[in-house]
């Protein structure tokens, strides 16, 4: 009988179905030299490239390695007509190597927002960086960040590095939403209020209805055949009123003996009432066909939604620190579960109603004019005082309706605050205070719940009596007509039941107008969101700067005479952090020093100080997103920077596993590719051996491997199979249907946090008090782990299938408060912050001389 551990390394070994593939490494004693162009070597041992490989062969010497100069590109539209891709030569660079270059789409295409590229780059001897360019399409639409891949293959006299085999191109929109026009109301973004943007409400929704129509991909074609569909349904409806004048004036009209020549069946009333009552029911056969093509093929409805949400999470995802304030979870929630479909709803597709009913309003009024002109009157005084009604409301409605939404989000807001702060309501004892707080605002928001619903009531009631008026006043001019001949019996009564059915379509309008004035204020909420700063233009500045710094570093500074893979010119740039100000709790004013700082790449950095002394900010200064506002801080753009916090956190929506290798650098369509051997070291020298984590997992295959059963089977858990025997904090007791993330200890999520940063295998890793809420005996093994990470270049690979030399040298900077300051022996640096803002001491532990180190403070 199989043990859990023997099936969930089943499953980690490849099993598919699931969101991410699992390979084992190639063994071999030596780099790989390929017969075929598409070998791609394993990135570090944690990526495996795709692509078949027939056979290989040992390599006598070593290979170049070819990749791109980085993950990520950035590019604005509009600033530069092209972007430029570097790509990089690692090795000793003798003779001449080549590979080829080419774009793939991502959520950028081909055609609208660059112009596909493909080529052979060539790297002759002595060359290091190259590069090609990729055309840029500027256009006047709106878009949130999008991109496309560059994917390097075929390589020549060369190796390609797995994981940078591939780089994303990020296109920066200048644009706005929903159209660049609003610029003046748009331009302090930061300070703009919703409301500001009801004075230009409907040139707002006129500009979100032309973007959906032209931007949204497939919406224009089916928005033309849905109005085509549409006017299926006027034509059979102006059929129906032929057919009953008809009907009662010559088929039923038996005094009339004229009548009889005019039958569809000469001489046949009874046949001639069947080909009616066949007439009016065969066109209903086409009607629904047609409503269920646009239901099942056009769907617009999902499109556009999708379209709208998938860009507002990516805008989001960008946003800088202050727009994310601006826009708490709770107001994101609404946009996306409400605002959105409501604008969808009302602000789009209802035009095709509102279009449908003004077309038979048409067709009625044809047939009004055409048979009685003097009944036309009602048409003309049907929309006039509609428009002076709703113009004369419209201000008050939107305020309500501003006022409606904001009540609802501050209750969401308060369950979504109870629920943060639940331990502190139940530790002081204030649930009925909260409880009466939580009352008060449901009784604010009743008062405006029944001012909107006043409103509503007295804004329903003109059409319907405009409607009973003008029906009165026809019966009582028109009846005459009747007696004297002038007007046909059922020709009065279809004027009759068009005037109500009249009333009913401006009715119809008329809500359907009230409906599109209500989209105003969610429509100027989306349009604030939309358009919020985001952090891509700092990250594209400090993106220039890395690739400026490093070009100007290995101009200036001459490479290694023996390099080779394993020591190359790209290895020896170091981390740079020039005249930056740190900021602290106790220290905020001008005076504060400033810090300059050289880090080799291959050292283990430890910063000490105590709680707020600045050890956040400074490590947050390294990572990409933690921009300094004064100094510089600089790294080589082929590092992959890992910032890995002191909090855990989880993607809860994922399994378990897809969590742990979520740090692994996927391909192109979201795969992941890991070593499932190389997980499972690194998770027994973390002691997360607990048989819940096997369990997680093992519910994970189920999901995703259904040949894989576990019925009824009694398993036998060999604890002693793995490393560690750290003493665990005990759990609180759950059901065991609980969700895995809930079963966690403290310890344990800690610990996984720290296992998918060393999966993760980056060039640069920023950990922030690795060391919390572990024992001593834990503690020891995790900073045991960054040596070995730092020193093996990676931790837990293989050197068979990927020997030392042919990887890249590994960083790691870590924190950890004073009581861990024995720690800082086995680190290369070591940096101690005071409490004034200022760096107590630098020390360069012993060293080799393949690891300096030096730090100077200003």
Known sequence: ?????????????????????????????????????????????VNVGRGTVETSVPSESE???????????????????RVSVKVIRIGRLQGSCSVNCRTQDGSAKAGAKYHHHESRLRFHEGESVKSFEVELIDDDNFDTTLDFHCHMEKPENCAIQGDMSVSKVLIFDNDLFPSSEFEPYLQNINYVEEGTLHTIGFKLLWAFIRFTFLHVPSIWWKSIVAIFLAQLGNAYYLMTIYLKVYLVDVCLNVKDESTMERLLVPGNRGLTAALLGLAWVMPNFILVAADHFEMSVLEMGFHIRQHLRVNLFRKYLNYTRHSRA?????DLKTSMMEDIPTLTRDGYLITFEILKKVCKVIFVAYYLLQKHPRSGIPLAIYPTLMLLWLGSRYKRRLWLLKKNGDGVSDTQGWLLHAEDSFELVNDYDSRNAIVGKFQKVLQDQRKL?????????????????????ATGFYIATAGKLVTEGELSLGSFLATINLYKDLGDRFLGICADFEALSEVIDPLSVLTVQFNLETDLPQRMAAHEEHERYMLQYLSENKPPSLQSVAESAYDSIPILMKDVVLRNRHNRDESRSTISATTPQGSLVYVSGKSGSGKTSLLSMITRDGLPETGQVLL??????VHVSSMPSFVKSMGLYANIVF?????????????????????????LHQSWLYDAILEESEDHVPHLSLEEEETEYEEDHYLGSHEEEEPEELPEEAPWYEKMSRSEAKRLHLARAFIANPEVMVLHNPLGDLDENLAQDVAQMLRDFVDHRGLELDDKAFPWHRRRRRTAFFSANDVFGEF????????????????VSFETCAKTESKPGWWNCA
């Not at 601006?326 to 709770?330: D, L």
């Open 824 to 839: 800082k022996t086995l680190a290369d640096v070591t940096c101690s912050l005071g409490d004034q803002s200022e760096v």
């Open 449 to 469: 719940v029944m001012a909107l619903k006043s409103f509503s009531f007295w804004s329903g009631i003109v059409i319907p009596w405009i409607t009973v008026i």
């Open 636 to 641: 080589p753009p082929h590092l992959r920077v």
């Open 63 to 81: 290979q170049d390695i070819v990749q791109f100069m980085s993950r990520i590109f950035y590019s604005e539209e509009g600033r530069t007509n």
């Open 1 to 45: 009988m199989a043990t859990k551990e023997a099936l969930v390394s089943e499953w980690l070994r490849g099993n598919a179905g699931t969101g991410y593939r699992l390979l084992p490494q190639e063994a071999s004693d030596k780099p790989c030299v390929t017969t075929r162009v598409d070998k791609v070597l394993p990135s570090d041992g």
């Open 326 to 330: 601006r826009v708490p979870i709770q």
């Open 663 to 687: 740090g692994v650098h996927p391909s192109p369509d979201y795969t992941v590719y890991a070593n499932p051997d190389r997980v499972g070291r690194i998770l027994k020298r973390l002691s």
